[in-house]
């Protein structure tokens, strides 16, 4: 039976009050996402720049948008650009000179940050106060809930001003490759798009996350707890406890090259074979992935004589748990991974999956930290 006050449980209700705290924050969302869009339109690029896990979320991104690039240095911003910061290090002397940078070359920055602002364009995501014991754990997910419905109100902005920028889908998606690499080349997607009214898709989003939190928490409660205890058991006989973070943010985020709760790190990928150079009997492998493992990860930690865990959202043809694993957890987000879909477009938007895979991550945490007390 689901322990009702489980960390596990305690950590996902934290990050549901985080999202109704966005929904009260989407007026400023579209505030700023209006100006961009103007800027957009006018021939301005957007960038993303800060803590690697902001960036990486957001690039390249299943349900996210094709003309976002990376930031290498300011020297490439020009004036009417848009640039969005996601800051984890608060008011660093490196961030106060790229906002300076923007203001006098004419460049709208966004700042998601989680102590209000360096400039007026900042959007609070809605985690605790940095130096509290929650900022950390939250810091990641929080910020990436924030990009997301963001985007989502800078794209029906966008639409209103009848414009559809186009947007990735995932490669996973039989299709997704060939259909992604016909919409690259775009600048904007032909014909008019409908309209779509200020709020919609930022709520949608919004909600449908919080409807794939509540199914977590509702189904795989039990499952993050046993992860934890075969952890920390593991851990307390001598053996080594293995996390393997996949996806955009996860292998990124602030905390999972800290040892916390004696984890330690394994490259992940398609690199299963390394579990034979490394692994050990009586190990345990946590597993944060996509759909499905990439590659044998299941089958060559059994070899070894380890256990594994997965934590994964399944396909079509394979649900999460049918992996082969010691523990299967489902990370309850939709094959596809994109929740929203805009009137007439030919993919949905807007993922969950960074989300939730960071969130899973400190929710092994604090498993492994309660069954060693």
Known sequence: MTRPNSPSAAYLD?????????????????????????????????????????????????????????????????????????????????????????????????FFDPEMPLVPASIDPAIPRVGSEEYLPFASPANAISLWTFTAELVSA???????????????????????????????????????????????????LARCIRKLRASEMENFAKAGKLAADAMAAGHTAWIVPEGHLPPYQPGIADNLAGLRKLDGGRNAERVADTVKPGDVILYIGYYEPFGPWVENAHAAGARIVTIV?????????????????????????????????????????????????????????????
């Open 14 to 110: 934290r990050l549901l009050i985080a999202i109704e705290q966005q929904v009260a924050s989407l007026p400023m969302h579209t505030h700023l996402a209006e100006a961009a869009a103007d800027r957009l339109i006018a021939g301005g690029r957007i960038w993303l720049a800060g803590d690697t896990g902001f960036i990486i979320e957001g690039l390249n991104r299943a349900g996210g948008m094709m003309s976002v690039k990376k930031l290498q240095k300011a020297d490439d911003l020009q004036s009417g650009d848009v640039v969005l910061f996601g800051s984890l290090r608060v008011n660093s002397e490196d961030e106060r000179d790229m906002v300076q940078r923007c203001l006098d070359t004419g460049v709208l920055p966004v």
């Open 158 to 208: 966008l639409t209103r001003r009848g414009k559809m920028p186009p947007m990735y889908q995932s490669v996973v998606v039989p299709g997704g490759r060939e259909r992604n690499a016909s919409h690259l080349p775009l600048t904007w997607e032909p014909g008019s798009p409908t309209p779509v009214k200020p709020l919609v898709l930022g709520r949608t989003y919004l909600s449908r």
């Open 313 to 373: 959202s399944g396909t079509p043809d394979k649900p999460a748990s049918a992996m082969g694993a010691d523990i299967n957890i489902c990370g309850c987000w939709p094959y596809g991974d994109a929740l929203v879909q805009v009137p007439g477009y030919d993919v949905s938007i807007l993922p969950p999956s960074g989300v939730i895979q960071s969130a899973a991550y400190w929710m092994l945490v604090a498993e492994i930290q309660a069954a060693t007390r």
